[in-house]
DNA sequence: CGCCAGGTATGAT
DNA sequence: ATCATACATGGC
């Protein structure tokens, strides 16, 4: 890929980070492989390229290097972090699996509305989700290229509407964040003097949002570290790796050491203690089932 | 067919 | 407060 007779930025790297692992990790849904090694993701307005090549980081067009810098967090020292992590076993393995995950800055709003999607849904369905609804909303950018809608575009349209793209009971929750959003109701600006329970009840506000959704947009969308989004994968890893709780030491950045685990419990290939914990979470299912079933016979004998 | 997916709202104990 | 269930849709 030469791209420098197009305008092509290259940036030096200080830190270790992949691409691949920071933005197909399920933080962001907008990002694809256009061919080995190269991304191609709409950031605000901006169609962005990037790849790497050494210790150098290229970025397509150059104009956008100072906001991709922001995007890919690469200010921020994870080294220093991550030596902070890896006092736990787990997450030394989560880490060794996946050294260059960097939480993203991704926009607000954009944040708010795809993670309200993502909830019960699989991540390749998500991704369909955001496109369409991208495609649908979204000012036309470029040669088939959608900005992520605004809210005002969401708030002229309808439920229905909304609703066509197929993404079910979301449609009405993408109304309501998109309502309170234009109005006001709902600011981002007005978060970072909260703190993080305050925050969370304040994007719970919206309808479909529950705590796992505010914590993907704290974290995702507003930079907020200390926001530790539980899903059902992260649930998995910590009755796996931390029955007894997750270190309290990390809390003010959790929700980085977070996201390793959620991209190493969901893609690494299975170690024992995972299969253990599949078997008894199966073994649970089939312990509630039988139950179930017995209450049925109970009411229906009586 | 049944189960699952980066959950949440709702109504019943 | 805790708990079960419905919820849209698509993949397997």
Redesign the pocket.
């Known amino acids: 890929m030469d791209m420098r007779d197009k305008g092509c930025f290259l940036h030096k790297l200080e830190g270790e980070i992949s691409l691949e692992e920071t933005l197909d ?3 962001s849904f907008r990002w694809k492989e256009i061919e080995p090694g190269v991304w191609q993701g709409i950031v605000g307005k901006s169609i962005i390229t990037l790849f790497k090549e050494g210790d150098k980081l290229g970025i397509y067009p150059a104009k956008d290097i100072d906001s991709v810098i922001d995007y890919l967090d690469l200010a921020t020292d994870y080294e220093k972090l991550k030596l902070q992590y890896m006092k736990y076993r787990p997450l030394k393995d989560a880490i060794d699996y996946c050294p260059g995950i960097r939480i993203l800055r991704q926009d607000f709003f954009e944040t708010l509305i795809t ?1 309200i999607l ?9 991704k369909g989700l955001v496109e369409a609804l991208c495609r649908k909303f979204g000012e036309r950018i470029g040669d088939d290229a959608y900005a992520f809608p605004t809210c005002q575009a969401l708030v002229n349209s309808s439920v229905e509407e909304i ?1 066509s793209i ?4 979301r449609a009405k929750y993408i109304f309501d964040a998109a309502s309170k959003v234009y109005s006001g109701q709902i600011a981002p600006e007005a978060i970072h003097s909260l703190s993080l329970e305050e925050a969370e009840d304040y994007l ?1 506000q ?9 914590d ?1 947009t704290l974290l995702f969308g507003l930079h907020r570290l200390d926001a530790f ?6 649930k998995r890893a910590l009755n796996i790796f931390f029955p007894q709780g997750f270190p309290v030491d990390i809390n003010e950045t959790a929700g980085i050491a ?2 390793y685990l ?1 991209h190493y419990i ?1 893609t690494a290939p299975q170690t024992e203690p995972m299969r253990k914990e599949e078997k008894r979470l199966r073994d649970l ?1 089939k312990e ?2 039988k139950k ?1 079933k017995q209450q049925k016979e109970l009411i229906e004998n009586k």
């Open positions: 990790c399920g933080q993670f993502s909830q019960n849904n699989n991540i390749p369905r998500i609703g197929k993404c079910g009971f719970c919206i309808k479909g949002v529950g705590k796992k959704v505010a993907c989004p539980v899903d059902v994968w992260i977070q996201q959620f969901r299912e509630e089932k179930r």
